[in-house]
């Protein structure tokens, strides 16, 4: 989003009505609990046994589960505080947005590991004991993060040393565009943002098309592992929205110049919120084994002993 956009975005959130304002931002709020509640209970239920935290591919799941409830937390702390203190600290808004922008960035990276995971265990399963291990899993979470700091804490950098020191003492509203506002950064972000976008999506339709062409892929583990990674795929078209953000929020302010305000709503909650209650759905109620301990959370069964 420009800085046009963003002061259109309080120009017209100025002229919302209070009821208006507030109904969007419960259903914000009750998305976002909801989908939180959903997640500490795949966490739990990660945690307490050890089939799941022993197993790579549950481990990059739950990665993917924490990634995805600190961004919904951070959006949403976000979206209240612009219809409610509209402007904050620099310093606290760099922080904010460095997490969020970690989080973001983490998610689709993620998505193309775990699409990996189900090729070699479709394609190669004679070697997956000692390709997917816990100890290269967990690396490949560092390299995953890793990779995002190197993405955006140049932003930081840039910023630091092209901005006076007031700027950081000033207040304004909470977005990328506004804390981060060196034209440099929005070249190095589109730039990075390509090449995450072509790589990611390399990764999907080769490890898709791999299985979907292997030879024992009609059994029901290949036909499951195609569906998981078209989740996946359809989980990554609507994360990677977020890569072609002030483009298309351009465009709709265009097109919607009347009700860019709702259109932002929109955008917010099918680019940032239904991505992440994506994720609970492909584990948390497909997966027959993870979906039979999280009943006993979900439901406050006690296990038996």
């Given at each position: 989003?420009?800085?046009?956009?963003?002061?259109?975005?309080?120009v017209?959130?100025?002229?919302?009505s209070?009821?208006?304002?507030?109904?969007k931002?419960?259903?914000?709020?009750?998305?976002?609990?909801?989908?939180?509640?959903?997640?500490v209970?795949?966490?739990?239920?990660?945690?307490?046994?050890?089939?799941?935290?022993?197993?790579?591919?549950y481990?990059?799941?739950i990665h993917?589960?924490?990634?995805?409830?600190?961004?919904?937390?951070?959006?949403i702390?976000?979206?209240?505080?612009?219809?409610?203190?509209?402007?904050?600290?620099?310093?606290?808004?760099?922080?904010f947005?460095?997490?969020?922008?970690?989080?973001?960035?983490?998610?689709?990276?993620?998505?193309?590991?775990?699409?990996?995971?189900?090729?070699?265990?479709?394609?190669?399963?004679?070697?997956?004991?000692?390709?997917?291990?816990?100890k290269?899993?967990?690396?490949?979470?560092?390299?995953?993060?890793?990779?995002?700091m190197?993405?955006?804490?140049?932003?930081?950098?840039?910023?630091?040393?092209?901005?006076?020191?007031?700027?950081?003492?000033?207040?304004?509203?909470?977005?990328?565009?506004?804390?981060?506002p060196?034209?440099l950064?929005?070249?190095?972000?589109?730039?990075?943002?390509?090449?995450?976008?072509?790589?990611?999506?390399?990764?999907?339709?080769?490890?898709?098309?791999?299985?979907?062409?292997?030879?024992?892929?009609?059994?029901?583990?290949?036909?499951?592992?195609?569906?998981?990674?078209?989740l996946?795929g359809?989980?990554?078209?609507?994360?990677?929205?977020?890569?072609?953000?002030?483009?298309?929020?351009?465009?709709?302010?265009k097109?919607?110049?009347?009700?860019?305000?709702?259109s932002?709503?929109?955008?917010?909650?099918?680019?940032?919120?239904?991505?992440?209650?994506i994720?609970?759905?492909?584990?948390?109620?497909?997966?027959?084994?993870?979906?039979?301990?999280?009943?006993?959370?979900?439901?406050?069964?006690?296990s038996?002993?």
């Amino acid at each position: 989003m420009n800085a046009s956009s963003a002061n259109v975005t309080v120009v017209l959130q100025d002229r919302e009505s209070f009821s208006k304002a507030v109904t969007k931002n419960v259903i914000v709020v009750v998305l976002g609990i909801s989908i939180n509640y959903i997640n500490v209970g795949l966490i739990h239920t990660f945690c307490k046994y050890q089939i799941f935290y022993t197993n790579p591919r549950y481990i990059l799941f739950i990665h993917l589960v924490v990634n995805d409830m600190i961004q919904v937390t951070l959006t949403i702390i976000l979206f209240i505080i612009s219809y409610t203190i509209y402007k904050v600290n620099v310093t606290v808004c760099c922080v904010f947005i460095l997490i969020a922008l970690f989080a973001t960035e983490n998610t689709p990276l993620n998505l193309a590991c775990m699409a990996v995971e189900c090729y070699i265990a479709i394609c190669i399963p004679l070697r997956y004991m000692q390709i997917c291990t816990v100890k290269r899993t967990l690396m490949l979470i560092g390299l995953i993060w890793v990779t995002s700091m190197l993405s955006v804490l140049p932003d930081l950098f840039i910023t630091l040393a092209t901005q006076p020191l007031d700027f950081f003492h000033s207040r304004v509203f909470c977005i990328r565009k506004t804390v981060f506002p060196n034209p440099l950064i929005t070249k190095k972000r589109d730039i990075t943002y390509s090449v995450f976008v072509v790589l990611v999506w390399i990764t999907i339709f080769y490890t898709y098309f791999k299985i979907l062409f292997t030879a024992k892929s009609a059994s029901k583990d290949g036909k499951k592992a195609r569906n998981t990674i078209l989740l996946h795929g359809f989980q990554l078209l609507l994360c990677m929205a977020t890569y072609v953000a002030p483009q298309l929020l351009d465009v709709v302010q265009k097109w919607f110049p009347k009700n860019y305000i709702d259109s932002l709503f929109a955008y917010y909650i099918i680019v940032q919120v239904l991505p992440r209650s994506i994720s609970p759905i492909i584990y948390g109620i497909r997966d027959n084994t993870f979906r039979r301990y999280l009943k006993r959370h979900l439901l406050c069964k006690v296990s038996p002993q």
